[in-house]
């Protein structure tokens, strides 16, 4: 008797938690979260080219570019290939460096000069760090179609926002960026 009580009242927590849970929770939501990346991106890229609107053309006539968002420690965003308009799905892991290196919520833009750097990038992930910070001061005072940018290594820029706009002063952190080959295969 008191094992059908139990397998009774297990039923019942089974299936209310059904009832209860989001639909998602057991549904494989690959294309939603592609979905989701790609209207970051838009929105990202709309927000860059009203705070800096020479960013536009920059990537607009580069190879490749590619857009971020970061979440604590962790971030999603998507490359796309200017001449073939391919997209890879991507994900971001920081470390943080130094004292006060609290959570900030920011998007990255990444501009890819040319094939090799964009491939390399993209195919293979790639790690940027601190010396970001005094390429982006030198890049702002320089104007032209990179303005606002930061010269991450050679043949790559890089935009940082923020809730207020362009970040002029990108934080000093490491960063490794890679494909997410979960969103990158086929439903």
Same mark, same amino acid.
């Given at each position: ?6 397998? #009774? ?34 929105? #990202? ?25 970061? #979440? ?11 001449? #073939? ?103």
């Amino acid at each position: 008797m008191t094992v059908n009580r139990f397998l #009774t009242g297990s039923r019942f927590v089974v299936t209310s938690l059904f009832c209860v849970l989001p639909v998602d929770t057991f549904v494989n939501n690959k294309e939603d979260k592609r979905v989701n990346i790609q209207k970051m991106s838009r929105d #990202t890229l709309q927000r860059l080219y009203k705070a800096e609107p020479s960013a536009k053309t920059a990537v607009e006539k580069s190879y490749g570019y590619a857009v971020f968002s970061n #979440t604590p420690g962790n971030g999603v965003g998507m490359a796309v290939n200017n001449k #073939t308009k391919g997209k890879t799905f991507m994900r971001m892991f920081e470390i943080h460096e130094g004292h006060g290196a609290g959570v900030k919520k920011f998007r990255y833009v990444f501009v890819f000069d040319n094939e090799t750097v964009f491939n390399d990038s993209v195919n293979s992930g790639w790690e940027s760090g601190g010396q970001v910070s005094e390429a982006a001061k030198t890049s702002a005072e320089k104007g032209g179609p990179m303005h606002g940018a930061a010269a991450v290594s050679n043949g790559i820029w890089m935009y940082q926002l923020n809730g207020r706009g362009v970040v002029l002063n990108i934080a000093a952190k490491s960063t490794k960026y890679s494909p997410d080959d979960n969103l990158n295969k086929s439903s």
